[in-house]
């Protein structure tokens, strides 16, 4: 054994994810521990600054119609300092979206992960469609340096009834990639987030399966129609199964992320 | 309106209230940029620094910033002022205050008599005025000792907050980052979890686990489930264990409204938990948080600059008597405290205004993924918190919250401040520590790991 005190508690490392049992280094973490942390803060910020390959994104999405706009956000700098530049669509963008009536349609935004987005968007889109059959699908609308509302402006500008906008949520040191979806009935600029409905923490370590979120989007998307309304109205009905949202659970301050 | 006027270099710069007076002379940040009230260059911000170096502290008692008839924190602020603790600073400047509290007249008991003489908007005025190294001088020579089960805020010490959450609540899961946390002395200020299921049921069944746990290692220190106060109130009017209430306050009504609290809400529970008489050494019941951008996120901010919001959201917390007061400074996110250097200014003008107003004062050193920081920063800021003579900070295993998703302190980190700098725990919970074999009689940690062992040993 080194210099390095043995921590005994390592075996109740089973109990819980957390970074317990690291040991010490006199009172600073051990090297590989600190090396281990560095590893998934780079990765956490990488998937925050890293640009969206739209062209790649679009491959995904062959065989549908693929719309790109940007937010009025013109960098990574100014769309985290300026959350509502990153809820509006930018100059002339409106101009690239055409009417198209119809009952739903999916908007990708990059939010705070576009490894989230680049990874899962696609398949999630193709397991909600499996099961959206008989409804009128408008085209997906990829929408970069973005934030949940500019969902809104797309969607009445498309004459969408409900979106399905699907985001890059806030990355954990632990999961980078978490995904999460928002169902708005009735997009229009300055409707408030108690109207929409939202599934959290969609990615394969151990978060929430395309399936089921797939599920979760068409019983959510066919009541939304059904009830001409999404939010806390329709939550009341949800599906008690739904997983709780950790990234979403900040009792200490109501941090806006979207 | 009132008009204020500075020429500076040739440029004459006016401003229009005394609450643009405060923002523009507000070091840069992102979440004053987002609400539009920041400087709009760095000379018009010394020319409202100037302004405000001028400007009489008993202004401050006849001009309101949040109206008072619709604001019951102005209410709190204006009725509970006491005129005469304010007399030995009373004709003094904004300017001359500053170089008062520098100077060696301002000693800790003249500070502490001179607390409910100052109002947040007098303190976050001052704060403006005063560099870094300024608010840790000032901040590191005001004494605010509070007590529960260990006595917190004492001279040569630095309380800690263990914080084990669980993205599940799982009882063992917490049992095990608690007991982690214990092994590096951490957790005299209390043992806090913010839980990830905020209801009654969730809250009473940690609260017994945590009752069971202080009790059966005989801890001096006491619990705490983050929940929201009228959940506290019906918790303790079934009868669980609590030690402590927690809330989340804000400096304006309306921002307070967000987080579905009153002044009479916080009352009714500050009462309800004294009468449990669970203390030993004191009877500070009340662990309050804070953080700049919350009457902003909550769109309640009136046009007022985050900071000095921030300062009267002590107010607030004062009227309770609070055993901890800790304002999470980089948790709300880049759009309110951009960077590092964001980050540490503000958990500086934090623990200063609040200790000079009579807080136990403590930070939660964090910021998220998306915020331009790292753990660098975290070093900085806490080691400059441990000179400012912070009463506690928050520490979690390997300083990476699970649950809320963002970076604190690691247990770790307290553990460097105790051996860097000599800073100990609570006298109750030292005393504690020694008897466990957990620390030496330098308060440094025990190599052997035996302590340790025998926490393992009593918990299986």
Redesign the interface.
Known sequence: MSDI?????AK??A????????G?S????PTS?NLD?QF??AR??D??HSALDVAALEQQLAGHEVIHVTSAAPDRASY?????LGRRLGAGEAAKLPTQPCDLMFVIADG?SSAAVQTHAAAVIAAALAKLAGLAIGPVVIATQARVAIGDEIGQAIRARLTVLLVGE?????V?DSLGAYLTYGPEPGIKDSARNCLSNIHAKGGMSYDLAAEKIAWLTRAALRMELTGTGLKEEADPAEI?D??D?????????T | MAQYRCNLGGELFRFDSLGEVMAKATPGRSGDALAGLIAGSDVERVAAQMVLADLPLKDFLSQALVPYETDEVTRLIMDSHDTAAFAPVSHMTVGQFRDWLLSDKATAPVLKSLAPGLTPEMVAAVSKLMRNRDLIAVARKIDVVTGFRSTLGLPGRIGSRLQPNHPADDLKGIVASTLDGLSYAVGDAVIGINPATDNIPTAMSLLSMLDELIARYEIPTQSCVLTHVTNSIEIMNRGAPLDLVFQSVAGTQAANDGFGVTLSMLKEAHEAALSLNRGTVGNNVMYFETGQGSALSAEAHHGIDQQTLEVRAYAVCRAFDPLIVNTVVGFIGPEYLYDGKEIIRAGLEDVFCGKLLGLPMGCDVCYTNHAEADQNDMDVLMTLLADARAHFLIAVPGADDIMLNYQSLSFHDLAYLRNSFGLKAAPEFETWLEGMGLINDHGHLIDSGQGAQRLLEAAS
């Not at chain 1, 806030?170 to 632990?174: A, V």
């Not at chain 1, 659970?249 to 992320?257: D, E, F, G, I, K």
């Open positions: 005190a043995k921590d005994p508690w109740l490392r109990a819980t994810p957390a970074r317990i049992g690291l010490r006199g009172a600073g973490l521990d942390f998934a803060h956490a910020r998937a925050v985290l300092r300026r959350p509502d705070l806030r990355p954990g040191l632990t980078a709780p950790a990234s659970a900040t009792q200490a301050l109501n941090t806006p992320q």
